[in-house]
């Protein structure tokens, strides 16, 4: 396989990138500014690709989450998943690789929004980075796994960085209208999330 050799500086500014399957497409992307929610409108990709930069919330110890709707208005489908992640304090002191299964953070056919980061601070230099993958929303005949992987600046304490793993899957064979990303408390005060689409 070739190496391909990006020449834009920051992903940001990448607007295709040739893969396996297929060309990944910036679909679309959304910069924050106190805003309830974000919401994409889906197609017919096999998979969506969601990064997020630098989102800060507005209220301290929020969680990034989301959800989703077949008929884009209504957004409780019901979703189950697991949640685990890494942190670590500042110290060095406080550190553990941990199941997540208290306070609504895995879901079992749960319509609650899917929370992906746990507990980010609103200091000014504090922020979530990541990305969510959202396999084949369009299909009518299976349900739709997801995937995130995210990393945050937790203010409790000593400060902490949490790394945060999410798997599981939308329980409807509907195809996906619409995704929406919300803060646990709070709004989404500054940052960008872009969605790329993948044949």
Do not use: W
């Amino acid at each position: 396989m070739a190496l391909t050799k990006l020449n834009n500086k920051a992903v940001a500014n990448v607007t295709s990138i040739p893969v396996a399957l297929g060309d990944m497409v910036l679909v679309s992307s959304a910069t924050a500014s106190a805003s309830a929610s974000i919401e994409f409108t889906l197609g017919n990709y096999k998979e969506y690709q969601f990064y997020f930069v630098n989102i800060h919330p507005s209220a301290t110890d929020s969680n990034l989450q989301f959800q989703v709707s077949t008929d884009g208005t209504n957004f409780g489908i019901a979703k189950t998943s697991t949640f685990f992640r890494a942190y670590n304090d500042e110290t060095g002191s406080s550190y553990a690789l941990q199941y997540q299964g208290a306070g609504g953070y895995h879901l079992a056919q749960s319509t609650s929004a899917q929370r992906i980061t746990l507990n980010t601070g609103n200091d000014n230099d504090m922020c979530v980075n990541g990305y969510m993958k959202l396999f084949n929303p369009s299909s009518t005949t299976y349900v739709k796994h997801y995937i995130s992987n995210t990393v945050n600046y937790e203010k409790s304490g000593a400060g902490y960085v949490e790394n945060c793993y999410v798997g599981g899957y939308v329980n409807t064979t509907s195809a996906l209208q619409k995704i929406k990303f919300t803060e646990s408390g709070g709004n989404i005060d500054d940052g960008k999330i872009l969605m790329f689409g993948i044949n």
